[in-house]
């Protein structure tokens, strides 16, 4: 069941996958879908921590939404990390304005 959330996720963001050209290189959006591999990384650095790399963090977010739109960008960040490090990925999410705040608000 896991795998098949998997695959539907990458189908979503490969329907949403921006490129100028209009010309996708596999290669270069496997390497987008890594960057939520990478914010985990940086959120569990955070719990373990608490120190976080604000910048990093945001330039992820920023390539992420820039690639994907806000509407796609926004659902796989949701299905992407866990219900924790959403709460952590919250405020720049919506210092960014890639959420509004009444968006996600059962998340404190």
Known sequence: MNEDLDSDLI???ANNYYKPSGKVDP??????LKRFKYVKRLLNRY??????SERLVLNHFIV??????QYAGL???V?????NHLSAVKPFLLFLNYLKPHQLSHIK
């Not at 719990?47 to 976080?52: F, L, R, S």
């Not at 992420?64 to 739109?69: D, L, Q």
């Not at 299905?79 to 219900?83: A, R």
Request: a negative charge; proline letters at 0%; hydrophobic letters at 40%.
């Open 11 to 13: 189908i979503f963001a």
């Open 27 to 32: 290669e270069e959006f496997y390497d987008d």
């Open 47 to 52: 719990t373990e921590t608490g120190k976080i």
């Open 79 to 83: 299905n992407k990390l866990d219900e």
């Open 64 to 69: 992420i939404f820039n690639v994907f739109g």
């Open 75 to 77: 659902k796989l960040t």
